[in-house]
């Protein structure tokens, strides 16, 4: 379902407040929202929202404010609606249910923020295609608060998608464009038709960056060495490659720290 743009940003209400409110609420949706799906297969707005103001923060990372007793806007909380939200669904149900969740919270902004912020796996070309997207949908509205990714940055949208996702743009388009946002859109619509072929090679351009990024690997020349890579990646089971396809240096990432705990086994 698509819903239509408020002229306000607002947010489900119950992740604004303290942490530790927050966290019993967030599983009280999690069950509320699993209910409402066994009734009708399908997924309700929230039961209340609430307005953002322009220029107020919403903390994206755990890491990022420690003032935990704080009230604020706690965004990172979200994900602890997926502790409760199978509850009375038949297991072999769960991952069409995640996927409907997944699809319904992308027509908002709010659920657009968190699957593009902390996407859960896999992260295939295909998948992140359709986060990136729906975060370019709602982008003149989520310009108006600040985020809190790391400790002491409040950084506009277009800085935040930078930080998480610069390496990724580049990698799918090298040589950027005017804008962050301009970037972000030329690697959706290059992600949306990728080949394995066009995903294997933007993996190969962010994996040495990666590489650089991280000095504890213990295995770094080893592991930006290109026909190393290729032939690594070549070699991954299929779901393993899709996981990493879209070239998230956070997926590239973990299966660096795998390589180099292999390497150090032989």
């Known amino acids: 379902m698509t819903t239509e743009q408020s002229p306000v940003l607002e947010f489900p209400a119950w992740l604004y407040g303290t942490t530790a409110?927050?966290?019993?609420?967030a599983r009280a949706e999690g069950r509320w929202w699993a209910r409402e799906y066994l009734k009708t297969s399908a997924f309700p707005q929230p039961r209340q929202m609430r307005q953002v103001a322009p220029g107020e923060v919403l903390v994206m990372h755990s890491g990022a404010d420690?003032?935990?007793?704080?009230?604020?806007?706690?965004?990172?909380?979200?994900g602890g609606i997926f502790m409760d939200l199978d509850e009375g669904v038949p297991e072999t149900a769960h991952q069409r249910m995640r996927e409907a969740f997944e699809s319904f919270c992308l027509s908002t902004p709010w659920g657009a923020l968190h699957y593009t912020v902390s996407p859960s796996p896999p992260r295939s070309a295909e998948r992140m295609a359709n986060r990136l997207a729906s975060v370019l949908r709602f982008w003149d509205i989520l310009q108006g608060p600040r985020y809190a990714f790391w400790p002491g940055k409040k950084y506009t949208l277009e800085e935040l998608m930078?930080?998480?996702y610069g390496k990724t743009l580049e990698a799918w388009c090298p040589g950027?464009?005017?804008?962050?946002?301009?970037?972000?859109?030329?690697?959706?619509?290059?992600?949306a038709r990728a080949t394995r072929e066009d995903c294997l090679e933007a993996v190969l351009r962010v994996m040495p960056v990666v590489v650089e990024a991280n000095t504890d690997l213990k295995h770094r020349e080893v592991l930006s060495d290109p026909d190393f890579l290729?032939?690594?990646?070549?070699?991954?089971?299929?779901?393993?490659?899709?996981d990493i396809s879209s070239a998230d240096r956070y997926a590239?990432?973990?299966?660096?720290?795998a390589w180099d705990r292999q390497l150090g086994r032989h």
């Open 230 to 242: 290729r032939e690594r990646l070549c070699a991954l089971p299929p779901e393993d490659f899709e």
């Open 21 to 25: 409110a927050i966290r019993g609420k």
């Open 176 to 191: 950027g464009s005017a804008s962050v946002r301009e970037h972000l859109a030329l690697t959706v619509e290059r992600m």
């Open 162 to 164: 930078d930080d998480i």
């Open 252 to 257: 590239a990432n973990g299966q660096l720290y």
């Open 66 to 78: 420690f003032d935990l007793g704080r009230t604020r806007w706690w965004i990172h909380m979200f």
